[in-house]
């Protein structure tokens, strides 16, 4: 890892913590507070620990994406939480292959980048 991605990742660390610190819930109930900043603080520290030892650069720019598109949707939608998809079923089969595994390969391709990390942790 060079030392500037070294250096966004450490800092996306930080604003993880700073964040989890300052939240609220949106519901603005106390235990709906302590319990979403439990949860910024176990998703973080779990991912950012699983990934400690990743070296290749391009895997671990998809990781700083990911990170950045999680922070962003979390403090526009008020949730913590990664916002999940709804995909009508056989939805995104095209014309020629009606198949199931073309169902699923397409579900796969058209997953949101926020929710990689988080499909591979549950």
């Known amino acids: 890892m060079t030392t500037a991605t070294r250096r966004e990742v450490?800092?996306?660390y930080r604003?993880?913590?700073r964040l989890a610190r300052k939240w609220h819930a949106?519901?603005?109930q106390t235990e709906d507070t302590i319990k979403e900043k439990q949860y910024i603080l176990n998703e973080a520290r779990t991912l950012f620990r699983k990934n400690k030892n990743l070296t290749d650069t391009d895997l671990i720019k998809q990781?700083?994406?990911?990170?950045?598109?999680?922070?962003e949707i979390g403090l526009h939608y008020k949730i913590p939480y990664p916002r999940p998809i709804h995909l009508p079923p056989?939805?995104?089969?095209?014309?020629?292959?009606?198949?199931?595994r073309a169902q699923e390969k397409l579900r796969k391709l058209s997953r949101p980048v926020y929710l990689k990390s988080h499909d591979e942790v549950s």
């Open 10 to 12: 450490l800092s996306l």
């Open 15 to 17: 604003r993880i913590f």
């Open 26 to 28: 949106a519901s603005g």
């Open 63 to 71: 990781y700083i994406d990911e990170c950045t598109a999680r922070i």
């Open 90 to 100: 056989m939805g995104l089969t095209p014309l020629q292959a009606r198949g199931l």
